[in-house]
Nanobody, 123 residues
Framework: QVQLVESGGGLVQPGGSLRLSCAASGSIASINAMGWYRQAPGKQRELVARITIGGSTNYADSVKGRFTISIDNGKNTVYLQMNSLEPEDTAVYYC?????????????????WGQGTQVTVSS
């Protein structure tokens, strides 16, 4: 019913930049918030950044001042601009959406994940 498609990952040198995109599609009635999480090998998945449909944001302390999250309401798309990347940022990045799904005459709340995109920061 709802699909999240991520793009923009890749290999970048330390100090470089990448921009991740995540487009939500399907039977979406409305979006509450979208965010990015990451999981490095041997570590738990952690929040990177999250934005509400109203534009309120929160970031992990480790990325504040380097990463910027934004949302295009009309396109149901969230972006993560990552600058000054460090080797410690290497991980699989997952998109998350907290939204209302249209199910016939009803709506139900759902939490959805993308398939993940690899970000590798290395020289």
């Amino acid at each position: 019913q709802v699909q999240l498609v991520e793009s923009g990952g890749g290999l970048v040198q330390p100090g470089g930049s990448l921009r991740l995109s995540c487009a939500a599609s399907g039977s979406i009635a409305s979006i509450n918030a979208m965010g990015w999480y990451r999981q490095a090998p041997g570590k738990q998945r952690e929040l990177v950044a999250r934005i509400t449909i109203g534009g309120s944001t929160n970031y992990a302390d480790s990325v504040k001042g380097r990463f910027t999250i934004s949302i295009d309401n009309g396109k149901n798309t969230v972006y993560l601009q990552m600058n000054s990347l460090e080797p410690e940022d290497t991980a699989v990045y997952y998109c998350n959406a907290d939204l209302w799904v249209a199910a016939g005459a009803l709506v139900r709340k759902g939490d959805y994940w993308g398939q993940g995109t690899q970000v590798t920061v290395s020289s």
